[in-house]
């Protein structure tokens, strides 16, 4: 009866409460292992958990002292990692941070690198005083769609809606809004942990669906022909095992008045969250997804304080956010990513880029 009374705790605190009122109850709580319960009832994901660790028990083991961890030892540890995690996806993600590390393949690219997924990492419509968007190739049939693929920041993210800015082609007449009809997020890691770096060197311009292993799937959101950064939140935080994301866009409306052709294009996409890294980490094990949780209680301080300190700051401009992603496509336009090379653009002052419009207008 106690156990079925305490499983209904939601909050990560009133099991924490709870294992805090007596050395009884502290004994029932981690015996029953009620956190880990509760993270397995909020984050389903978390079920492909093989094993915990933490260096102070792999120092034990390599010492050859294992056998001196007795049940109830694991019993605590296994307790305050998961304790420490709840508090982690709860407390962390009330404060939300962009989560894409670099962008990894596009499933189609009308011209290559100048309409590359590498432009969507920018957070405006322009760079170098060219259009900055990513453009699909034409298709006859409305209903084909493509897919975006994003590694994050950490291998362990909790990831709580994405944006999305369908491109306005500001230069063709009538300017048109390249979007979607809707869109649909999928997370998960590849198929082969041991052929992970395989992944880096898929060239951006081409699919890289079948790499991947897709363990969670969003609902469907209709998208609104609107130039702007649309929001497409979940229902509830999502945990991100693997650090991969993939971003379906699931059917055409716009043709291209020059081939007649439907195409999508997207000038910016942005994911919130936040990266459980470095505190928590994880290693896949099996292509079937099951994983290592690896916990850092010092680095979990760290953390904490660390976002404490983070929510009292000022939050960054729209200016400096543009020098990060900015910085970070011209890293991958450096020849840091396989198949990139450098873009031979000429920056145009205002007058000339007018000019250019006028005079031959860009075709997707």
Same mark, same amino acid.
């Given at each position: 009866?106690?156990?079925?009374?305490?499983?209904?705790?939601?909050?990560?605190?009133?099991?924490?409460?709870?294992?805090?009122?007596?050395?009884?109850?502290?004994?029932?709580?981690?015996?029953?292992?009620?956190?880990?319960?509760?993270?397995?009832?909020?984050?389903?994901?978390?079920?492909?958990?093989?094993?915990?660790?933490?260096?102070?028990?792999?120092?034990?083991?390599?010492?050859?002292?294992?056998?001196?961890?007795?049940?109830?030892?694991?019993?605590?540890?296994?307790?305050?990692?998961?304790?420490?995690?709840?508090?982690?996806?709860?407390?962390?993600?009330?404060?939300?941070?962009?989560?894409?590390?670099?962008?990894?393949?596009?499933?189609?690219?009308?011209?290559?690198?100048?309409?590359?997924?590498?432009?969507?990492?920018?957070?405006?419509?322009?760079?170098?005083?060219?259009?900055?968007?990513?453009?699909?190739?034409?298709?006859?049939?409305?209903?084909?769609?493509?897919?975006?693929?994003?590694?994050?920041?950490?291998?362990?993210?909790?990831?709580?809606?994405?944006?999305?800015?369908?491109?306005?082609?500001?230069?063709?007449?009538?300017?048109?809004? /390249?979007?979607?009809? #809707?869109?649909?997020?999928? *997370? +998960?890691? !590849?198929?082969? =942990?041991?052929?992970?770096?395989?992944? &880096?060197?898929?060239?951006?311009?081409?699919?890289?669906?079948?790499?991947?292993?897709?363990?969670?799937?969003?609902?469907?959101?209709?998208?609104?022909?609107?130039?702007?950064?649309?929001?497409?939140?979940?229902?509830?935080?999502?945990?991100?095992?693997?650090?991969?994301?993939?971003?379906?866009?699931?059917?055409?409306?716009?043709?291209?008045?020059?081939?007649?052709?439907? /195409?999508?294009?997207? #000038?910016?996409?942005?994911? *919130? +969250?936040? !990266?459980?890294? =470095?505190?928590?980490?994880?290693?896949? &094990?099996?292509?079937?997804?099951?994983?290592?949780?690896?916990?850092?209680?010092?680095?979990?301080?760290?953390?904490?304080?660390?976002?404490?300190?983070?929510?009292?700051?000022?939050?960054?401009?729209?200016?400096?956010?543009?020098?990060?992603?900015?910085?970070?496509?011209?890293?991958?336009?450096?020849?840091?990513?396989?198949?990139?090379?450098?873009?031979?653009?000429?920056?145009?002052?205002?007058?000339?880029?007018?000019?250019?419009?006028?005079?031959?207008?860009?075709?997707?």
């Amino acid at each position: 009866m106690s156990v079925n009374i305490l499983t209904c705790l939601k909050d990560p605190a009133d099991v924490v409460r709870a294992s805090s009122v007596s050395s009884l109850w502290r004994h029932f709580v981690i015996t029953n292992g009620l956190a880990k319960q509760l993270c397995l009832r909020k984050f389903p994901q978390l079920s492909k958990i093989a094993r915990v660790t933490e260096p102070d028990w792999i120092m034990t083991e390599a010492n050859g002292v294992g056998s001196n961890n007795s049940s109830w030892d694991v019993l605590k540890r296994d307790h305050n990692v998961y304790a420490s995690l709840l508090h982690a996806m709860t407390t962390l993600n009330t404060s939300l941070n962009g989560c894409i590390g670099y962008a990894v393949s596009a499933s189609s690219t009308d011209r290559f690198p100048s309409e590359s997924i590498v432009n969507t990492l920018t957070t405006k419509d322009r760079y170098l005083n060219r259009p900055s968007y990513w453009s699909s190739k034409g298709h006859a049939d409305p209903d084909a769609s493509e897919t975006l693929i994003y590694k994050l920041k950490a291998d362990l993210c909790v990831i709580s809606e994405i944006n999305i800015q369908p491109f306005e082609a500001f230069f063709q007449p009538g300017k048109p809004i /390249y979007y979607a009809k #809707s869109v649909r997020l999928r *997370l +998960g890691h !590849p198929k082969n =942990p041991e052929d992970e770096n395989d992944v &880096l060197h898929v060239p951006l311009q081409q699919p890289a669906d079948d790499n991947f292993i897709w363990t969670y799937t969003s609902e469907v959101f209709p998208m609104a022909q609107e130039n702007c950064l649309q929001q497409f939140k979940l229902q509830e935080p999502v945990l991100c095992i693997g650090g991969y994301l993939q971003i379906e866009l699931l059917g055409r409306v716009q043709r291209q008045h020059t081939d007649n052709l439907f /195409y999508i294009c997207v #000038s910016h996409v942005r994911v *919130l +969250g936040r !990266p459980l890294c =470095p505190a928590f980490d994880i290693e896949i &094990l099996d292509p079937s997804g099951k994983f290592a949780l690896k916990y850092n209680p010092m680095v979990f301080g760290w953390m904490l304080r660390s976002f404490s300190d983070e929510t009292n700051m000022t939050p960054v401009s729209s200016e400096e956010e543009v020098v990060e992603h900015v910085g970070l496509m011209g890293f991958l336009l450096g020849g840091y990513h396989a198949g990139i090379e450098a873009m031979p653009w000429e920056v145009m002052d205002d007058e000339e880029m007018d000019d250019e419009e006028m005079d031959e207008p860009v075709v997707l």
